[in-house]
T-cell receptor
Framework: AQSVAQPEDQVNVAEGNPLTVKCTYS??????LFWYVQYPNRGLQFLLK????DNLVKGSYGFEAEFNKSQTSFHLKKPSALVSDSALYFC??????????WGAGTKLIIKP | NAGVTQTPKFQVLKTGQSMTLQCAQD?????MYWYRQDPGMGLRLIYY???????DKGEVPNGYNVSRLNKREFSLRLESAAPSQTSVYFC???????????FGDGTRLSIL
């Protein structure tokens, strides 16, 4: 079955520290992977995508994600967290019908 | 540049009432989507329209109908609202299926 898992409901990081938000996937064929961010009372905003090429993908607001085919993972990272990064983060993968399968989301809290 | 515009932003209905949620995009996108977001469940696809003139069921279509009025507009109708349909509804659009999606800010719907 095609699926996306975000194993952590919440991640807490101190400002200035590196952050990682985890995502694993199960999909047939080559994966198309996405990360989105949602701020309170707003819609989701696209951060970055992986289709092919370099395993390290750079996106908006200083975020990057590392694709690991052997571990079927696509973890979101940032070298130095900001308080303004606090939000809800969603991982998604394109399925065989070209629709996106969404993870349940991870709440990221950055403490000053 | 408005992007994706949803109306209304908030609505309270009584069980059995009907209403239509409106969505319009100004990015000349081909594909449009309706999702619902419930706590801890991520996004679930209700209906989508791959291109003007076509609509298809998503993961949770029961109790809903859609109309792709033209390339810009994609409406979602609840014919007889039920408390289980209390949720936040998001409209999104993309250039094509499987491409990054752009979201509206949602309609918060409560059904009493």
């Amino acid at each position: 079955a095609q699926s996306v898992a975000q194993p952590e409901d919440q991640v807490n990081v101190a400002e200035g520290n590196p952050l990682t938000v985890k995502c694993t996937y199960s999909v047939s064929g080559n994966p198309y992977l996405f990360w989105y961010v949602q701020y309170p009372n707003r819609g989701l905003q696209f951060l970055l995508k992986y289709i092919t090429g370099d395993n390290l993908v750079k996106g908006s607001y200083g975020f990057e994600a590392e694709f690991n085919k052997s571990q079927t993972s696509f973890h979101l990272k940032k070298p130095s967290a900001l308080v303004s990064d606090s939000a809800l983060y969603f991982c998604a993968v394109r399925d065989s019908n070209y629709q996106l399968i969404w993870g349940a989301g991870t709440k990221l809290i950055i403490k000053p | 540049n408005a992007g994706v515009t949803q109306t209304p932003k908030f609505q309270v209905l009584k069980t059995g009432q009907s209403m239509t949620l409106q969505c319009a995009q100004d990015m000349n996108h081909n594909s449009m989507y309706w999702y619902r977001q419930d706590p801890g469940m991520g996004l679930r696809l209700i209906y989508y329209s791959a291109s003007e003139g076509t609509t298809d069921k998503g993961e949770v279509p029961n109790g809903y109908n859609v109309s792709r009025l033209n390339k810009r507009e994609f409406s979602l109708r609840l014919e007889s609202a039920a408390p289980s349909q209390t949720s936040v509804y998001f409209c999104a659009s993309s250039e094509g299926q499987g491409q990054p999606q752009h979201f509206g800010d949602g309609t918060r719907l409560s059904i009493l």
